[in-house]
């Protein structure tokens, strides 16, 4: 009944004083960073995505425009949010507020009413914030005439995240070359104290050159069909331009489409996690792996799963790409 009806999966988890804490399928990230916009910070007067832009542009890089959308962090595990994402394919968001709020109290005897309306939002400011946020939130997805799902963001994190996989293979590539050769000129034993035992490590297998190209050309078709999907829809009056019945079709295909980022077959050795844009990773607990099945066959140097593992999500983002066009189409 999720599979078929649920539109989204809006969490909340821990919540104190200080800057929106927001993650989650990047579809929605426009739509977070325009209910952001309408929700006044309770210090400072602002709003809270200005507050937390000004956050980033203070701690991360001062070139942020601070008028530029924030993103949205990828969801590994360690809430609610982990079976609405990642077993059924449901976009999920994960809201707080914090970073202001003492620390230190989590799962102990001190994690108490008294201690939280003293140190960790007193006059439950933003517990008022955030229950503002997820009510907005809530709200403009069941008023949407068409649901506020955007591919563009997304698209352009799964081509960073691509990115950074094909990074990580070339530098292991130079670093077991570089490694091999040391061990091939005796560097180690020759810089080694002779006095001490020393045992050199063994040549490595170098790393392969791999063929990501199937999933470039995914990513690269996925590129161009989401930012023809969200031009078309913010150039027609949606009331007037469409009639209810091919509304409903379009948010029908727009709900599918995080179900299709997911496999039924799941990840390898994983089955009950299908999504295979975001996971936890196998070795990290919580933390999360973008485009898990690819990464984690590259980090360890499986790279006949890591091929396998490239066509196969080359073939979700294929099926993610045709429903966004079938939406397209229905929107002109």
């Known amino acids: 009944e999720l599979r078929e ?3 989204a999966y809006i969490n909340s988890d821990s919540n104190g004083r200080g ?3 927001a993650g989650g399928s990047h579809t929605l990230e426009p739509f977070v960073n325009e209910v952001a916009r309408s ?3 309770p210090q ?3 709003t809270v995505a200005r507050r937390l832009q000004a956050g980033r542009r203070s701690q991360v890089d001062p070139g942020i425009n601070p008028d530029s959308n924030f993103p949205l962090a990828p969801l590994g595990s360690g809430s609610d ?3 609405f994402l990642q077993h059924l394919g449901i976009a999920s968001l994960n809201i707080s507020y914090g970073g202001e709020n003492s620390g230190g109290s989590y799962h102990s005897i001190f994690d108490s009413f008294d201690y939280y309306v003293r140190f960790g939002d007193p006059g439950f400011q933003y517990g008022i914030t955030q229950a503002k946020t997820t009510g907005r939130l809530v709200m403009r997805l069941a008023a949407a005439e068409i649901l506020p799902f955007r591919f563009g963001p997304f698209a352009e994190r799964v081509k960073s995240y691509l990115d950074e996989i094909i990074d990580l293979t070339d530098k292991m590539r130079q670093n077991v070359k570089h490694q091999n050769e040391l061990i091939r000129n005796r560097d180690q034993v020759l810089a080694a104290d002779p006095t001490e035992v020393y045992v050199p490590p063994q040549i490595a297998e170098p790393v392969p050159y791999i063929n990501f190209a199937p999933l470039q050309n995914a990513v690269a078709r996925l590129l161009d069909a989401a930012n023809h999907c969200d031009s078309t829809v913010e150039s027609i009056n949606i009331s007037e331009d469409l009639n209810s019945t091919v509304r409903e079709r379009i948010n029908q295909l727009l709900l599918r489409s995080e179900r299709d980022m997911t496999d039924v077959k799941g990840l390898p050795k994983r089955p009950w996690f299908r999504h295979q844009i975001y996971a936890p990773g196998f070795y990290t607990g919580y933390g999360v792996k973008t485009l898990p099945a690819v990464r984690e066959a590259v980090e360890q140097k499986d790279w006949t799963l890591a091929e ?3 066509e ?5 983002l294929k099926n993610l790409e045709a429903t966004i066009r079938e939406a397209t189409d229905l929107l002109q």
């Open 312 to 316: 196969a999500l080359a073939a979700t």
């Open 81 to 83: 949010y982990t079976p």
């Open 39 to 41: 929700v006044e910070d």
């Open 5 to 7: 009806k649920a539109v």
């Open 19 to 21: 800057f929106l804490r």
């Open 308 to 310: 396998q593992s490239i």
């Open 44 to 46: 400072t007067g602002v």
